[in-house]
């Protein structure tokens, strides 16, 4: 018999719809049952990728004996935490300032107002690595709450008064300037690994805003060793087991420090900002492998990760059928030697095995090995090796596909749109184009309301009930914003603007400039989150600097330039002391240190090839956080082109920056050098 989870939108909480736990959603009946019943709240949140989840599901969740006690003793709610970040958040908050540590599967006790008492991630359902197991948890929390309440009233009340004095100490309102930007990229050098790429040891994440600041204070400093790092680490990267070599796109991170062995869930945010990173580094350097790697993810993620209704899905699960029935993690992307032979024959399958770096011991588990393109002499037969691709991708195809997460969330869209329209643009793909204006349309049609408000999720063509959260604004907008300087069409920029005037009205504190993420009409929980650290996407506060700093260059609006000023404030406290958390805001304060650049290109129409050209030309500049206008003469479209006549009858470009601007010029060189470094 389904539990109340049947009726959800998310897949996650589908997953648990036929558990035999009695599963409430977050939501106020949940809370109200627990004080009417005098019971005490099991929180349990996840996502529906996360490996260990699914472990703990399985061991206990579908366990009748676990469910009878939990159902008896405990109101149990369950949560996606790509549903509701604000929830996530909140709590995860909580756990690791109890534990020194979080994760998920979170598992989190609390009183029927919400007030967490109990913590942990993964249980186990029997003690193992000093370990208590899942039930001697339940009836600890149990016992403490039937006979000592008070304790664990006082406990609560204690943990939710010191989380609100964990205030941000924000520093100043005042943005970064060339120093701080000096010591961030000091800092970098410290913690750079300069064997393998990246930033410090194992786990190692893709730090794609971090490549963003870097390749940005190249340009604005001509600092060879930022670049350095920049194309060395995305070359590991594309080299490495984290980047699937087959059928393109990154996995979430690599295990070890070498890139080898990924977790092999996908990601759209990690895809969608990889992507538009190496964009940006053959955009600054021209390398062939950047390329190839960002329409490769480009594609991958138009492929894999495209929904019928044109937005893109959240992820593609790390586990998978290993062909006996049983699910096991990495089983679609990893080879033994003996299966490239049954797909490729003997002779094939040495030259695959040698050029993927396929090992008789393995790099994974039982012999198996993850792809890999392991640096080597020798020249390989292109024509060969792209055979072998086909052939080996085919097979694959035929196993069992990893199960894929099918909401869309609109902020990871909105990195999809950027991502999309930039590579479509700069590699003349007008297909990729076209897919991140169909996702645009998606979530104008059916994630805005009629004030513009912006609804997080949606599924199968439904909106989900929960509200946008900051990142969701800032990063829609910067989608539309891209959209804005790859089509000429003012509608997206209208959009942005709507947006970022929410951004304004409801997320900013008016006192300190310091930025919330969650709206200050929003659903209140025990503390109202607000975290500025990039993690592994930008956080909302940083995104939304970003965006209103772009707005402002597109349309020279004060106050949303005023504002992204304030923001940036954080990454002036945070920039020189934690550069790799905050790479997405070291990113922007460089764009504002450069002006950011406001390039207006004019032509008697869109489609006039020499009009084309200068377009192109003003997407190719490496100025940070430039910004891009195109129409034909006389159109009121975008507020750039205003008053910008052509010149001698030819098209042209205008650049200005700090209030200031360069002559206009018909010639393409002087466009590009003056966009230049």
Known sequence: MPNRLAQETSPYLLQHADNPVDWWPWSGEAFEEARKSGKPVLLSVGYSSCHWCHVMAHESFEDQETADYLNAHFVNIKVDREERPDVDAVYMEAVQAATGQGGWPMTVFLTPDAEPFYFGTYFPPAPRHGMPSFRQVLEG?????????????????????????????????????????????????????????????????????????LLRHHARTGAEGALQMATDTCERMARGGIYDQLGGGFARYSVDREWVVPHFEKMLYDNALLCRVYAHLWRATGSELARRVALETADFMVRELRTAEGGFASALDADSDDGSGKHVEGAYYVWTPAQLTEVLGEADAELAAQYFGVTDEGTFEEGA???????????????????????????????????????????????AIAALAETGAFFDRPDLVEAAVAAADLLVRLHLDEQARLARTSKDGHVGANAGVLEDYADVAEGFLALTAVTGEGVWLEFAGFLLDHVLARFVDPESGALYDTASDAEQLIRRPQDPTDNAAPSGWTAAAGALLSYAAQ???????????????????????????????????????????????????????????????????????????????????????????????????????????????????????????
Request: hydrophobic letters at 40%.
């Open 141 to 213: 929390v149990r016992s403490a709450w039937a006979d000592r309440r008070d304790e664990v009233a006082d406990v609560a009340g204690k943990i939710v008064r010191d989380l609100a004095g964990r205030e941000i100490s924000y520093g100043d309102s005042q943005a970064p300037g060339e120093e701080e930007l000096a010591q961030a990229l000091l800092g970098l050098t410290r913690e750079y690994d300069p064997q393998r790429g990246g930033f410090g040891g194992a786990p190692k994440f893709p730090p794609s805003m971090v490549v963003e600041f």
């Open 369 to 415: 090995s993850v792809l890999q393109l392991p640096q080597q002499e020798g020249v390989f037969d292109a024509e060969k090796v792209a055979s072998v691709k086909r052939r080996l991708l085919d097979a694959r195809d035929a196993r069992p596909a990893p199960g894929r997460d099918d909401k869309v969330v609109a902020a990871w869209n909105g990195l």
């Open 555 to 677: 349309t020279g609006a004060e106050p949303h330039r005023t504002a992204a000023e304030r923001a940036l404030g954080v990454v002036k406290a945070l920039g020189p002391r934690v550069p790799r958390f905050i790479g997405w805001g070291l990113a922007v304060a460089e764009a504002l240190l450069d002006g950011p650049r406001e390039v207006a290109v004019v032509g008697p129409a869109l489609d006039d090839p020499a009009t084309k050209l200068l377009h192109r030309t003003a997407l190719l500049g490496t100025a940070p956080g430039a910004v891009v206008a195109v129409g034909a003469v006389g159109s009121d479209e975008l507020p750039l082109l205003a008053d910008r006549p052509l010149v001698g009858g030819e098209p042209a470009a205008y650049v200005c920056r700090n209030f200031t601007c360069d002559a206009p010029t018909t010639e393409v060189e002087r466009l590009r050098s003056s966009l230049n470094g």
